[in-house]
């Protein structure tokens, strides 16, 4: 009789047990069915050794500023009479982005991985890379975007423009802006440093798009600087393009979750 008042079912009659039917009329589960604290510890310690297996990455990153030695060329103002609305649009005027040069620092420089990522791929972002066209002007000057990522376009000036892209890798698009508020959306098929933009209209706006395969690409700010971060440890070959000054590459080794510097001196020539 005790080992019979053990069991679930009585193996002569058949009959539920005293314990599982008040189970059923209270809507419970049978107990066998109930986890219980040993089965969520046995779980616990296995899933902490999967995940003590799998090694955290920590991406390195490389920072640098980028220097103009020498004098620089005079930023020459824009010359807007064409199109009152542009002039209108900029009341004290506005000068030239070639050479923007702040206390020996060069901004708009386009600087990425040139090679050493060997055959990693990186899927484009879903999110687009915003090319403005603001008071005449393309805003920004320089931009980088992923192969088959969205450029953006928009028109936030009241006149029209026109998006004439001169790329070589890619085929090339003329597509006219007459309204404000109007947005048209491009992608790069293919890697190209760099691919040039410009307005028929307006012929002092330009732009450039540096168009990668990879995400590890940067644009120097005004204060020179930038920044490539989440690069996996490796030694890689960096090359700094400028509109007019070129380009110049460096070698450089990132160590994993570590950071290193490389900086650039572009020289006017004669």
Known sequence: MGSAALELRSPRAGCTSPNVFRNQLEGNPPMNARPTL????????????????????????????????????ARRAIKMDADPKCTAANP???????????????????VYVKAGLGDQKSEAPKEPVVLNQQGCMYDPHVIGVQVGQTVEIRN???????????????KQFNSAMPMKGMTIKKRYQAPEIMAKVKCDVHPWMA?????????????????????????????????????KMGTQTMEVTVSEGGSATAD????PKG
């Open 38 to 73: 040993t089965s969520f510890a046995v779980l616990g310690t296995a899933l902490g050794l999967v995940f003590s297996t799998i090694p955290a990455f920590a991406g390195g990153a490389v920072s640098g500023t980028v220097k103009f030695d020498g004098d620089a060329p």
């Open 92 to 110: 004290d005027g506005r000068l030239g982005e070639v050479f923007v040069v702040n206390d020996g620092k060069l901004q708009n420089v386009f």
């Open 156 to 170: 936030s000036d009241d006149t029209l423009h026109n998006v004439h892209s001169l790329a070589e890798n890619t």
């Open 207 to 243: 732009a450039y798009v540096g168009v990668v395969d990879h995400p590890f690409f940067a644009v120097s700010g005004a204060d020179g600087t930038f920044t490539i971060a989440d690069l996996p440890a490796g030694t890689y070959t960096l090359e700094a393009w400028h509109e």
């Open 264 to 267: 650039f001196a572009f020289t």
